[in-house]
């Protein structure tokens, strides 16, 4: 059973716009959330993460926010850019020793020029 | 810069035939992952090692087998490739403690005919 769900598949943005990715979790043990950004044809890079003992953390144009109540997290990208464009994951930790990571199914992210 | 690097970015191979993915860290991290991605099913984890000759089952292990005889390098073996293990193979590492977050490779697109 998915832990970690995007229910969104896509999204389309316009350029200066904002970007909100959502993203819920079920299991109340994850204490560490992370976003990845994967182009076409490469792996996924590590983008901004949060811990759950924080309910929010800012890193340039991006922002991720967690509700812990609600078992949900977001992505802000302010402002969209073209470059952006591509598929995020979101992904938690926590409850193996190894570091394990669950990720959500993606979303597709365009930002339209 | 973490490095991880996988053998191979793209490989045909016909059904039945033994298949070896290799990746290799530089960064003397603990853990190892390796990964299938598939549109609309995300990052699903095949099998994980958090040392050397450790290895644990991750979501969908049937059909693979993994070898960790070094630290820095962790292979995926398909014992008997079938159509359905075509997919996008990501290998990733991680220093573990309370680095979570894991650096992946560029991934292997793999076809079985």
């Known amino acids: 059973d998915q832990q970690v769900k995007q229910n969104s598949p896509s999204l389309s943005v316009q350029e200066g716009r904002i970007s909100i990715l959502n993203c819920d979790y079920t299991?109340?043990?994850?204490?560490?959330f992370l976003w990845y950004k994967k182009y076409p044809a490469e792996g996924p890079t590590f983008l901004i993460s949060i811990s759950s003992i924080k309910d929010k953390n800012e890193d340039g144009r991006f922002t991720v926010f967690l509700n812990k109540s609600a078992k949900h997290l977001s992505l802000h990208i302010v402002p969209s850019q073209p470059g952006d464009s591509a598929v995020y994951f979101c992904a938690a930790s926590g409850i193996t020793g190894a570091n394990n990571l669950f990720f959500g199914t993606g979303t597709r992210l365009t930002v339209i020029p | 810069d973490v490095k991880v690097t996988q053998s191979s970015r793209y490989l045909v191979k016909r059904t039945g035939e033994k298949v070896f993915l290799e990746c290799v860290q530089d960064m003397d991290h603990e853990n190892m992952f390796w990964y299938r991605q598939d549109p609309g099913l995300g990052l699903r984890l095949i099998y994980f090692?958090?040392?050397?000759?450790?290895?644990e089952k991750g979501d969908i292990p049937e059909g693979y087998s993994v070898s960790r005889e070094k630290k820095e390098r962790f292979s995926l073996i398909l014992e008997s490739a079938s159509t359905n293990q075509t997919s996008m193979y990501l290998c990733?590492?991680?220093?573990?403690?309370?680095?979570?977050?894991?650096?992946f490779g560029p991934g292997t697109r793999l076809l079985v005919l």
């Open positions: 299991n109340s043990m994850f204490d560490y």
């Open positions: 990733a590492s991680s220093l573990g403690g309370e680095e979570v977050w894991q650096y």
């Open positions: 090692s958090y040392d050397v000759k450790m290895k």
